[in-house]
């Protein structure tokens, strides 16, 4: 029974459409009333307008909390959380770019064009600088004879030398057997140049080695034995120093050959360059 009168009261209340407008303004003339005439109002009359009055407004709520409360029982709850809409940033204008613009110390300064040169007039060319060559391997010169008859040279700095000690290398290569045989190697002083050794590839006991300082100059001296030979090949001998703190110099650094064949004398001589 009392879910039958339930469901008729918010049946009702889905239907009713009060115009509380016109209630409102009914309830204003009732409540203000006509003017009254006699001198003595009666106390029972304007009880019973302010009563009629106040009835009005209890029924017009009555029935608006009724039909509230009925869409609110009726509407199951929402999980879904609206939110405001968010107003769009306003639209880049057509004099606006993506590209962030340069700052004032970096942005580019426009470059004025050359004015075109006067008829009859020649323009100047500007000079340039020629790109400096690639450094060729050491070829002889006039203070160099790598070659001589049938003796021929390398001179060459060892690529194991450090800041604090070096290494001058020479390759011999005879095509004949020597009888006679002399190696010099020189080694500039150019700061704190003291021996710390030196080797060949041919037999130790086949020469007399001797090594000394004179005039500026860190002497390495080889010479073949009397009796003893020198084989047809290729042979190196080497100079070990320490030297000064820091890249030496071979600029002033420099060998000699003296040999003696079945074919005569030959000599050569010249410097020490980069290993290759």
Same mark, same amino acid.
């Given at each position: 029974m009392n879910e039958h009168i339930t469901r008729q009261l918010r049946e009702a209340a889905?239907?009713?459409?009060?115009?509380?407008?016109?209630m409102l303004a009914r309830v204003e003339r009732g409540a203000a009333g006509p003017a009254v005439r006699h001198r003595a109002p009666s106390f029972a009359r304007s009880?019973?307008?302010?009563?009629?009055?106040?009835?009005?407004?209890?029924?017009?709520?009555?029935?608006?909390?009724?039909?509230? &409360?009925?869409?609110?029982?009726?509407?199951? !709850? $929402?999980? /879904?959380?609206? @939110? #405001? =809409?968010?107003?769009?940033? *306003? %639209? &880049?204008?057509?004099?606006?770019?993506?590209? !962030? $613009?340069? /700052?004032?110390? @970096? #942005? =580019?300064?426009?470059?004025? *064009? %050359?004015?075109?040169?006067?008829?009859?007039?020649t323009t100047p060319t500007v000079p340039t600088t020629p790109a400096a060559p690639a450094t060729p391997?050491?070829?002889?010169?006039?203070?160099?004879?790598?070659?001589?008859?049938?003796?021929?040279?390398?001179?060459?700095?060892?690529?194991?030398?450090?800041?604090?000690?070096?290494?001058?290398?020479?390759?011999?290569r005879t095509s004949q057997p020597l009888t006679a045989l002399t190696v010099e190697l020189r080694i500039a002083q150019t700061g704190e140049v003291r021996d710390t050794g030196n080797w060949r590839t041919l037999p130790s006991e086949d020469f007399t080695v001797t090594v000394q300082e004179s005039g500026g100059v860190l002497l390495y001296r080889w010479v073949l034995k009397p009796g003893r030979t020198v084989p047809v090949g290729q042979h190196q001998f080497a100079g070990q120093f320490n030297h000064a703190?820091?890249?030496?110099?071979?600029a002033n650094d420099g060998y000699r050959v003296d040999a003696q064949s079945a074919g005569g004398p030959a000599s050569v001589w010249g410097g020490f360059g980069p290993a290759h």
């Amino acid at each position: 029974m009392n879910e039958h009168i339930t469901r008729q009261l918010r049946e009702a209340a889905e239907a009713h459409r009060p115009d509380r407008a016109r209630m409102l303004a009914r309830v204003e003339r009732g409540a203000a009333g006509p003017a009254v005439r006699h001198r003595a109002p009666s106390f029972a009359r304007s009880w019973s307008k302010a009563a009629l009055a106040g009835l009005a407004t209890a029924g017009i709520l009555a029935t608006g909390g009724l039909a509230v &409360a009925g869409i609110v029982r009726t509407q199951p !709850p $929402s999980g /879904t959380v609206t @939110t #405001a =809409p968010t107003t769009p940033p *306003p %639209a &880049a204008t057509p004099s606006e770019s993506a590209t !962030p $613009s340069p /700052t004032p110390s @970096t #942005a =580019p300064r426009p470059v004025a *064009p %050359a004015p075109p040169p006067a008829p009859g007039t020649t323009t100047p060319t500007v000079p340039t600088t020629p790109a400096a060559p690639a450094t060729p391997h050491p070829t002889a010169s006039a203070s160099s004879r790598p070659q001589n008859g049938s003796l021929s040279s390398e001179g060459s700095v060892d690529p194991h030398s450090t800041v604090y000690w070096a290494q001058s290398n020479l390759v011999l290569r005879t095509s004949q057997p020597l009888t006679a045989l002399t190696v010099e190697l020189r080694i500039a002083q150019t700061g704190e140049v003291r021996d710390t050794g030196n080797w060949r590839t041919l037999p130790s006991e086949d020469f007399t080695v001797t090594v000394q300082e004179s005039g500026g100059v860190l002497l390495y001296r080889w010479v073949l034995k009397p009796g003893r030979t020198v084989p047809v090949g290729q042979h190196q001998f080497a100079g070990q120093f320490n030297h000064a703190v820091g890249v030496r110099s071979a600029a002033n650094d420099g060998y000699r050959v003296d040999a003696q064949s079945a074919g005569g004398p030959a000599s050569v001589w010249g410097g020490f360059g980069p290993a290759h």
